[in-house]
């Protein structure tokens, strides 16, 4: 029986070929250009090496400039936009931090952390530590839990600024616990640490990665995370304590424009995996305390997903608002 096909039939088997031809020679012809990797934050710190690290790895194996911008300003929301409404060609890229989806919930965006941006894969993952003061009477989490209770209105818990992941972190310990820690808020980690040993904090959640070599100094109570950290591995973590709603840990990943062709993002995907499993990469990222990353695109989706939502649970019960 002969087949008949209808000028219709013929058009859409055409559009399709034409479609995965473009899709094809997208994804061969990229990167043709300079790549611009933007960082919401000032140059030195962690977010900013890692993204170097990258780029360099990147510029050597596809033979095309890749440079690093740092664009600070409004807890990184100013990088951020910046991104969102680049040309969404694979050539603006945003390297950014799990504030992106916590600010969600904290403030008005002029952007969707979600809707427009195409993850690419998480580059490092960052646990962070819930540490007391060296001078308090205590090893454990439980018996800080009873110190804070039999002393109300005494001990507080700092972080890095309010609504960073250690406010919130904060936050959700006193209300699992029942506790009455008072947050102090200071600008960044150095004075942090500086506060925690001159005996004005009880406590405070540290980000492993950039406290890594002040942790030691304090007594340390539990991880945030599913497992425990390699290097701590005395430490428990605060689920297996009975705590709840720590699983989410902070991270840094890499981002294109959400309109951006799915065979680039693809491609700058799988080069990215590819980066994050040399060995002397690896090794560079744990020695800042950070995990390595490398999924892939639909679970580092998940991950986002699943992480603004805790957090906007987190910050709605606990009332947390930026003034």
């Keep these: 029986m002969k087949k008949t096909i209808t000028r219709r039939t013929a058009l859409a088997t055409l559009s399709l070929a034409l479609l995965g031809a473009v899709g094809a020679q997208a994804q061969t012809a ?12 000032p140059a ?19 033979q095309q400039n890749v440079v ?34 916590q600010q969600i919930t904290l403030m008005k965006l002029p952007y969707d952390p979600i809707k427009d941006f195409a993850p690419i894969s998480r580059v490092a993952i960052s646990p962070s530590v819930l540490a007391a003061a060296p001078n308090l009477p205590i090893n454990t989490l439980p018996e800080f839990i009873k110190l804070v209770k039999a002393e109300p209105n005494k001990h507080s818990i700092g972080s890095y600024g309010p ?7 904060g936050a959700l310990l006193n209300l ?20 925690m040993m001159g005996g004005q904090l009880s406590s405070a959640f540290f980000d492993a990665g950039s406290s890594k070599q002040h942790l030691p100094k304090f007594k340390l109570l539990g991880v945030t995370g599913t497992e425990r950290l390699s290097w701590l591995p005395n430490v428990p973590t605060l689920k297996e304590q009975g ?11 890499l981002f294109l424009p959400a309109a951006t062709p799915k065979a680039v993002v693809d491609k700058f995907s799988a080069e990215t995996q590819r980066i994050l499993k040399l060995p002397e990469v690896r090794e560079k990222i744990e020695a800042m305390g950070l995990i390595p ?7 580092f989706a998940k991950v986002m997903k699943s992480d603004a939502d805790i957090y906007a649970r987190i910050i709605r019960d606990a009332k947390i608002t930026l003034n």
């Excluded at 990229?30 to 934050?41: E, L, T």
């Excluded at 030195?44 to 510029?59: E, I, N, S």
């Excluded at 699992?176 to 640490?193: E, I, K, M």
């Excluded at 705590?243 to 990943?253: A, I, K, R």
Aim: hydrophobic residues 40%; proline residues 7%; negative net charge.
């Design 176 to 195: 699992q616990s029942g506790l009455d820690l008072t947050h102090v808020p200071y600008q960044g980690g150095a004075p942090l640490v500086t506060a």
């Design 68 to 101: 690093v911008e740092n664009k600070p300003g409004a807890g990184g929301t100013i990088g951020n936009n910046q991104v969102a409404k680049a040309p969404a060609d694979g050539y603006t890229v945003l390297f950014g931090i799990v504030a992106m989806v």
């Design 30 to 41: 990229y990167p043709s250009q300079p790549i611009k990797f933007i960082v919401p934050y």
């Design 163 to 169: 609504g960073t992941s250690a406010h919130l972190q």
């Design 44 to 62: 030195g710190g962690a977010t900013d090496a890692l993204a170097r690290m990258v780029a360099q790895k990147m510029q050597d194996s596809w």
């Design 243 to 253: 705590l709840n709603s720590y699983e989410p840990m902070g991270w840094f990943g």
């Design 293 to 299: 990353g490398g999924e892939t695109i639909d679970n």
